[in-house]
Structure formats: structure tokens, C-alpha cells
């Protein structure tokens, strides 16, 4: 469910999850209205940013469309060398 709070997903509000009216740039966002996942579909939230442009602005996205699993790596600036 989108409120005002944020989103909650079976009841539960999840971290970061409130809807932004500008980006950083003071562009406006667009806002997405679903309510309920259609079968097929998946909802892409970051909960590590709320800054994040995920499904709270373009909607759900067909679970066909996921290619793969993005995992962090750290590289520490000292001992970067490119």
C-alpha cells in the first residue's frame, strides 16, 4: 500500500520508503498509484536509500524483465589502481 508515510507491505512500513516530490535537481517525480502486484510483476524498492528511483515512481516492472542479482563489492581508494 502507498500512503504518505511511505510504503507498506503487508502492513509493514518499510525503511525509506517515503514518496519524494523532487529529486535532488528539484525535478518533480512521478507517482505511481498501484495499489495491488499483478500477477507476473515485481516491485523494486531500495530500502538503503530513499533517494532511490525505484517502483514508488515508475510502478511495478514484468519479473521477465530481471536479469540479474546486483551484489556490492567494495574497493578501497588506497589501493585502487585502474
Given at each position: 500500500m502507498?500512503s504518505?508515510?511511505?510504503i507498506?507491505?503487508?502492513?509493514?512500513?518499510?525503511?525509506?520508503?517515503?514518496l519524494?516530490?523532487?529529486d535532488?535537481k528539484?525535478?518533480?517525480?512521478p507517482?505511481?498509484?498501484?495499489t495491488?502486484m499483478?500477477?507476473?510483476?515485481?516491485?523494486l524498492?531500495s530500502?538503503y536509500s530513499?533517494q532511490?528511483?525505484?517502483?514508488?515512481?515508475?510502478?511495478?516492472i514484468p519479473i521477465?524483465?530481471?536479469?540479474?542479482?546486483m551484489?556490492?563489492?567494495?574497493i578501497?581508494p588506497i589501493?585502487?589502481?585502474?
Open positions: 502507498i504518505k508515510e511511505g507498506k507491505i503487508n502492513g509493514v512500513l518499510q525503511k525509506n520508503s517515503k519524494l516530490a523532487v535532488s528539484q525535478r518533480y517525480l507517482q505511481s498509484k498501484n495491488t499483478p500477477y507476473g510483476m515485481v516491485w524498492l530500502d530513499q532511490s528511483f525505484d517502483s514508488r515512481y515508475f510502478g511495478p521477465s524483465s530481471i536479469i540479474g542479482v551484489q556490492p563489492i567494495i578501497s589501493n585502487f589502481t585502474p
